[in-house]
């Protein structure tokens, strides 16, 4: 049975989610900015280690906050599939204090309005434009140290611009996933031994 994994993907507008994404599934970058402004599915299948997993990757238009009931999500378009999702991949811009910030907010909201053994959903900070990284607004360190030990989160920074640890983040979310799946069992995300040995493909 191919296993199927919907990953939401929010952060701030402009932040690179969109450039994230395509990289990881079609290897290619604009440099235009074309805000998106409606949710979009796009749907790979990766094999891993010789195991294939379907995933669902919504790319979510910019949303004031995390919905806080189901009736909330299906009256908003943009959030449909969001409060469900069996991951989340919350991106910034390290050049960015204001898209840290809005990041910040989702993630306290994930836990807060998930309910139960639900809010401890994989969740992976994305700091993005690593390309930029003179103007960052704080060090790699300082940040990775705050969302890995307080926020309980994974933490990876990449340039979609040169494809640098696009891949690595979705590898390192399923690693999160297998973690948390094999505490929780829950079917859709039981990826045991998946990420034992380094390797990872899109079809
Ligand atoms: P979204 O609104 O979060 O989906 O952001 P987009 O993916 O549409 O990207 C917004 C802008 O940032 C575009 O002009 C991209 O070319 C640019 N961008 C995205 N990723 C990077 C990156 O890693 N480095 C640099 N320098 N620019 C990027
Ligand atoms: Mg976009």
Redesign the pocket.
Known sequence: MVETLSIAVI??????????I?QFIYND????????RTRYVYRPSVILNGNMYELKIL?VPPISSFPSSSSQEWLDLRCRGVRNANAYIL?YDICCVESFEYVKMIRQQIVEHREGSSSEVPILVVG?????QRQRFMPRRAVSVLVKKTWKCGYVE?????NWHVVLLFKELLGIAVARGMRQNHTSIRLQGALQRNRCAIM
Do not use: H, M, Q
């Open positions: 952060g701030a507008p402009g932040v690179g989610k969109t450039s994230i395509r970058f604009s440099e235009a900015y074309t805000p998106t790319d991106v993005n434009k690593r390309d930029l990449c340039s979609a611009k040169f």
